[in-house]
């Protein structure tokens, strides 16, 4: 799948320093869940923790997207996605597009944001000899650690009451019937560390055990989607992990959605909980269940060795971009490890300007190389890696956009996303998502679930 169409050269918002300090995932101690190891009526997928931050990210407007065409249909998703893919961005203006050469400081045909102040350091020095004999354009000084800009639907509810929440799931569980939109409007309105507080409550109050109360009294979507609502977030990426490589078949694109997309902190947690709640190693489960380049790619993030320096490095940058460029597209064959090296250990904000340096020695942008250079799991999984150091939320826009698209719905990937995302960006994922699809999230929700299920999806998403 080539995922063209990005404006590269600081057209794409970076997405540094996940999670905020002080709100880390965290998991209880082992034996303390009230999941069962046997994945049975749980989500099948993980998610992710990159917890809320304040408004106002700074999204490039409609004109920073790519021309009619854009995307097209990623490999796996549902089938009759029309040629192209995506819908036409709204007001995206003709360029030449992707493989032609630059026009300019930035992308021929996509305007540039407006300038931003960067703490000190003059340009780098750019080394000679390119391809074509073009020298690039000089490249900016490195910035100050960048600030993170990024808006969860859902907050911790103000005067927060753990044992009346749980005296209403009570309530709305007893008897004859369920109160489903009582249900709803706790689940809906409650960070999930409140919600893990109301679960001790219940206990505490009534002796019982709510997740299994709840799913007595629940069933299909609905209820997959609360018991996700309630899971731990760390818990929950490591359960999805065991979930995908459990049984007949593996669920790679899980696998690569939770480890290429996390911090250093988060794989680390993740690991250790996977180690004490399954008492397997998530290494040797992988290594059982992948091979080839993808085995060793999944290796390398399982590490959470990621360089998390805030500060570009553009000498590091244009080094790099150089040394793909030899290693794939300037070289018969390809260099596999190499662009499992630079992909694997550098930062994400590092990655987006070796991704903007690599557009212009090669004459072509990063994901399009990787299109024809690999294929199958390995390239999912590099563009995964790229999409996130490019555009986070415009990543998740995507999978939202083709869960729902066509025939069916894939309610598992849709419930991840929703639930792992409401916390961190899914503010910033619904506004990429009306300008990718003209269309907003809520209405596609709308339109493709029913009954409670979609109202309690509609809660968390917000209008």
């Not at 931050?53 to 009619?68: C, H, L, R, S, V």
């Not at 540039?112 to 690039?136: F, H, R």
């Not at 409007?185 to 109301?198: E, L």
């Not at 997309?261 to 690991?271: D, G, L, S």
Request: proline share 10%; glycine share 12%.
């Amino acid at each position: 799948m080539s995922y063209p169409g990005y404006p590269p050269s600081g057209g794409y918002p970076a997405f540094p320093g996940y999670p905020p300090t002080g709100q880390e995932s965290v998991y209880p101690p082992a034996g303390q869940y009230s999941y069962p190891a046997v994945p049975e009526g749980y989500p099948p997928a993980g998610g992710g923790t990159y917890p809320a931050a304040p408004p106002g990210a700074g999204y490039p407007g409609a004109a920073g997207y790519p021309a009619p065409g854009g995307y097209p249909a990623p490999g796996g998703y549902p089938a009759g996605a029309p040629a192209g893919g995506m819908p036409p961005y709204p007001g995206a203006p003709a360029g030449p597009g992707f493989g032609v050469p630059p026009t300019g400081p930035g992308f021929g045909g996509y305007p540039q944001p407006p300038a931003q102040n960067y703490a000190g350091g003059g340009p780098a020095q750019i080394p000679v000899g390119y391809p074509g004999g073009q020298a690039p354009s000089p490249i900016p000084g490195p910035p100050a650690a960048m600030v993170q800009c990024t808006q969860g639907t859902i907050t911790a509810a103000p005067n927060f009451d753990a044992g009346r929440d749980a005296e209403i799931l009570r309530k709305a569980m007893k008897g004859f019937g369920t109160d489903e939109q009582a249900i709803i409007n706790v689940v809906a309105n409650r960070s999930n560390d409140q919600r893990q507080k109301i679960k001790a409550a219940f206990k505490t109050m009534y002796g019982k055990d709510l997740i299994k109360d709840l799913k007595s009294e629940l069933s299909g979507n609905i209820e997959e989607l609360i018991l996700a609502l309630f899971m731990p977030t760390t818990y929950y990426d490591a359960w999805s992990l065991r979930h995908a490589m459990k049984g007949a078949g593996t669920q790679e694109r899980v696998l690569i959605e939770i480890l290429c997309t996390r911090t250093n902190q988060e794989i680390r947690e993740i690991v250790s909980c996977y180690k004490s709640e399954f008492g397997r190693d998530i290494e040797q489960d992988i290594r059982a269940d992948t091979s080839g380049h993808f085995e060793r790619l999944l290796i390398s993030m399982c590490q959470g060795n990621r360089d998390e320096n805030q500060t570009v490095d553009y000498q590091k940058a244009q080094e790099d971009a150089q040394r793909l460029y030899q290693a794939g597209e300037g070289k018969l064959g390809t260099d596999e490890s190499c662009f499992n090296m630079v992909l694997a250990s550098r930062s994400f904000p590092q990655l987006k300007a070796t991704v903007e340096a690599y557009s212009r020695i090669a004459n072509r942008d990063l994901l399009s190389s990787i299109d024809r250079e690999f294929s199958g799991n390995v390239e999912r999984g590099l563009k995964t890696i790229l999409q996130c150091a490019l555009n986070r939320p415009a990543f998740f826009a995507e999978r939202l956009y083709y869960s729902m698209k066509g025939a069916g719905t894939d309610d598992s990937t849709l419930i991840r996303i929703i639930v792992t995302r409401s916390e961190i960006d899914l503010v910033q994922i619904k506004q990429m998502f009306t300008q990718m699809y003209q269309k907003t999230l809520a209405t596609m929700i709308a339109s493709d679930t029913s009954g409670d299920y979609r109202r309690l999806l509609l809660a968390i998403v917000g209008q």
